[in-house]
T-cell receptor, first 113, second 117 residues
Framework: KQEVTQIPAALSVPEGENLVLNCSFT??????LQWFRQDPGKGLTSLLL?????REQTSGRLNASLDKSSGRSTLYIAASQPGDSATYLC????????????FGQGTILTVHP | GAVVSQHPSRVICKSGTSVKIECRSL??????MFWYRQFPKQSLMLMAT?????????EQGVEKDKFLINHASLTLSTLTVTSAHPEDSSFYIC?????????????FGPGTRLTVL
């Protein structure tokens, strides 16, 4: 059974800092990995998708890396802003393209001015 | 990206009543939709996989007679919480995989907050 863990559970940083969120998974037979952002009381917004054959993906100030063999992914946020404050969720799709997504518990990020 | 909508966004009902939540893919077709529930400050837990034209697949521990799922078209799946009780109060989120491109990316609805009094 796939298990996904995110560290840290919460993070508070001043504006402008670069930061790293970590995600680890137990079963390396993944199809892809997706990072999401969730604002309080809202649904999920997809940030980055990394296929199992890829090492990293970038979008603006966000960069996600994947090391499938060690079961790890990191989300790097450059020059953080207060608007980045949200819960960040890592989700792993195991097996096929229609396999289930297994979510981590999330990292609650607060960026203060 | 693709858009998934849910209706209603918020519902309050009395214990014992049934509540229907709709999930629609607005600009794509989806043969598969997923229903999740999320308790406060917890992550998403998959409840069931909704398959267009066939029966839903429920996760272990989820009562199929309590959470009725219907996926009658390629753009609509519904979740009905039957005889709702306070412990069913939660945030319900649906998601969909665009067809035929498959599971390359999963898109989520905005969620439905259910409160059972």
């Amino acid at each position: 059974k796939q298990e996904v863990t995110q560290i840290p559970a919460a993070l508070s940083v001043p504006e402008g800092e670069n930061l790293v969120l970590n995600c680890s998974f137990t079963d390396s037979a993944i199809y892809n990995l997706q990072w999401f952002r969730q604002d309080p009381g809202k649904g999920l917004t997809s940030l980055l998708l990394i296929q199992s054959s890829q090492r990293e993906q970038t979008s603006g100030r966000l960069n996600a890396s994947l090391d499938k063999s060690s079961g790890r992914s990191t989300l790097y946020i450059a020059a953080s802003q207060p608007g980045d404050s949200a819960t960040y969720l890592c989700a792993v799709r195991t097996g096929t393209s229609y396999g289930k997504l297994t979510f981590g518990q999330g990292t609650i990020l607060t960026v203060h001015p | 990206g693709a858009v998934v909508s849910q209706h209603p966004s918020r519902v309050i009902c009395k214990s014992g009543t049934s509540v229907k939540i709709e999930c629609r893919s607005l600009d794509f077709q989806a043969t598969t939709m997923f229903w999740y529930r999320q308790f406060p400050k917890q992550s998403l837990m998959l409840m069931a996989t909704s398959n267009e034209g066939s029966k839903a697949t429920y996760e272990q521990g989820v009562e199929k007679d309590k959470f009725l799922i219907n996926h009658a078209s390629l753009t609509l799946s519904t979740l009905t919480v039957t005889s709702a009780h306070p412990e069913d109060s939660s945030f319900y989120i649906c998601s969909a995989n665009p067809w035929p491109s498959g599971g390359n990316e999963q898109f989520f609805g905005p969620g439905t907050r259910l409160t059972v009094l």
